[in-house]
């Protein structure tokens, strides 16, 4: 195991608030800690923030945990897994919270607030009409000890909670961070923060810093919207007389327009991500790219990969770009090189949800025979969820209106009569009858409708088209012949049967005769 100069061992952390399922940018700093955890032997730490008690859910805490262990980011201690630090939800931390706060009210780095709002957004106001930013006054900061108590006393007495400011020593700071590179401050600037609200709960960076220092956390990664919490939290780790872990501050990501990512503009959880049939693999090759550079061109990159190459050096200062399209074309990459039989099973559920398929799973014959359905339609498929729509041929005959309507409007089979296509699927409809079960495969099937084509006098083209049609309902499908041969004889006898009825009742085509010389 890696360890820091203090001989402490590596453990970080992330620390997500349940007001929303597991957002991306939640999921690539997730990744990136948990990667940074692995390389050093070290510890990877789920903590649940949610003080933010009105806005907070158990749903979105399932959200979260869930994405996680959806995409494979597995922790080592959390509020599910427990741990020697816990417990992992801020909410049953108080105790702790309060103990800090008032260590440090003893050590006169925090102060009780006694202003109301209407006196906070005068200060705001008169700050603004300044040109200046607002920085609280420090109005209770002098009151003298006699008149605190006082009003202390009388609050205790109304059943009223007080708000408590921390102290901040106006000094020129800095420190370095492993993304980002020297950063600098002048802490004068903040204002004396309020750290503990009235009703008994910690703001965030006050309970992060309490919770850091308690969980043993040696290195904070998080997002670039923190740079600006990171002095606060400094001086209270000094204030609290505990080391400071060591920084790193990712880019934020953004959409390809580098506006901030919403649901506007498409999926934002990992949740929605896994429902519109995306490979956890697919999604953590791209968040994994989307705010580190290996350094080369690569761009498949499984855990193994990233495991050894990734480095928070090479992590890119600015904020980075969560690309739709490349995420597109990385899960189709994925599906690609998935095992037939492994995309059998994640296409199924997507199958089933959608009635295509019965029950919630398939084994057995049914499992072999959508892996080779896989095998022949992977090449095809961008994501998971478009299997129900592209192989549902398979499993249900197509409406022979609609492969009637098809065969009128498409381009090889409207070179003929409708008399002559109706002559033509007959013909095949009887030559199929001859071909037993038992032989009914690609090469036999291709082989009789080659031969059927020729005593015809039809191009080859033109004569799989309508055949094409009239057992899948489209245009466009994988080989005809193994394609016919995944239907089924069953099912494409009765297709074409089925087809011709409705394409005689259309159009009183008159019916013709069943054999071909």
């Not at 806005?55 to 262990?69: F, K, M, P, Q």
């Not at 108590?149 to 901040?168: C, N, Q």
């Not at 790219?289 to 480095?311: H, K, M, R, V, Y």
């Not at 009914?440 to 083209?461: F, H, M, Q, T, Y």
Request: proline share 5%; aromatic share 8%.
């Amino acid at each position: 195991m890696d360890t820091r100069e203090d001989g402490s061992l590596v453990r970080v952390r992330i620390a997500p608030s349940p007001t929303g399922n597991c957002h991306v940018g939640t999921a690539r700093n997730a990744l990136y800690n948990l990667l940074y955890a692995r390389q050093h032997g070290g510890a990877f730490v789920l903590r649940i923030d949610d003080t933010d008690a009105r806005r907070s859910t158990e749903a979105s805490e399932r959200g979260v945990l869930e994405g996680l262990r959806w995409l494979g980011l597995h922790w080592d201690e959390g509020p599910d897994v427990g741990g020697p630090y816990g417990p992992y939800r801020q909410s049953e931390r108080l105790d702790l919270y309060r103990a800090a706060v008032e260590r440090l009210i003893d050590v006169g780095r925090a102060y009780p607030c006694f202003c109301t709002a209407d006196e906070i957004a005068h200060e705001r106001a008169a700050a603004r009409a300044a040109g200046v930013p607002y920085r609280y006054s420090g109005h209770c900061a002098a009151l003298p000890a006699s008149q605190v108590r006082a009003r202390l006393r009388a609050r205790a007495v109304r059943g009223e909670g007080t708000a408590v400011r921390f102290r901040i020593e106006p000094e020129a700071m800095a420190y370095h961070d492993l993304v980002q590179g020297r950063i600098e401050q002048d802490a004068s600037l903040i204002g004396d923060p309020i750290i503990y609200k009235s009703d008994g709960r910690p703001t965030y960076s006050f309970a992060t810093v309490v919770d850091e220092i308690e969980m043993r956390i040696s290195h904070v990664l998080r997002s670039a919207g923190h740079i600006s919490n990171t002095f606060l939290q400094l001086q209270l780790y000094g204030a609290l007389d505990a080391a400071a872990p060591t920084f790193g501050h990712f880019g934020l990501l953004l959409n390809p327009d580098r506006s901030k990512i919403s649901k506007r503009a498409g999926a934002v959880y990992i949740g929605a991500y896994r429902d519109l049939g995306y490979l956890p693999e697919a999604l953590i090759n791209h968040l994994a790219l989307c705010g580190w550079s290996p350094g080369t061109d690569q761009e498949i990159w499984d855990w193994g990969g990233l495991l050894n190459a990734f480095s928070l050096e090479r992590c890119t200062r600015s904020n980075a770009i969560f690309d739709r399209d490349k995420l597109l074309w990385l899960n189709g990459y994925y599906i690609r090189h998935l095992a037939p039989d492994v995309l059998a099973g994640r296409i199924a559920p997507f199958l089933s949800a959608a009635g295509v398929v019965g029950g919630t799973g398939l084994d057995g014959q049914a499992r072999d025979h959508l892996s080779r359905i896989a095998a022949l339609e992977q090449e095809r498929l961008k994501t998971l969820a478009e299997a129900p729509e592209t192989l549902a041929f398979y499993m249900r005959d197509p409406a022979p209106e609609a492969c009637v309507a098809l065969l009128r409007s498409n381009r090889f089979a409207a070179r003929h009569s409708l008399a002559d296509l109706d002559r033509a699927l007959a013909a095949v409809l009887v030559r199929l009858e001859e071909v037993g079960e038992a032989v009914w495969a690609a090469p036999v099937l291709g082989e009789l409708l080659d031969s059927l084509g020729d005593a015809l006098g039809w191009k080859r083209a033109e004569l799989l088209m309508p055949v094409r049609i009239a057992i899948s309902g489209r245009a466009a499908t994988p080989p005809l012949f193994e394609t016919m041969a995944l239907v089924g004889r069953a099912a494409a006898l009765r297709r074409l049967e089925a087809v011709l009825a409705a394409l005689r009742c259309r159009n009183a085509v008159p019916t013709p005769a069943s054999e071909v010389d």
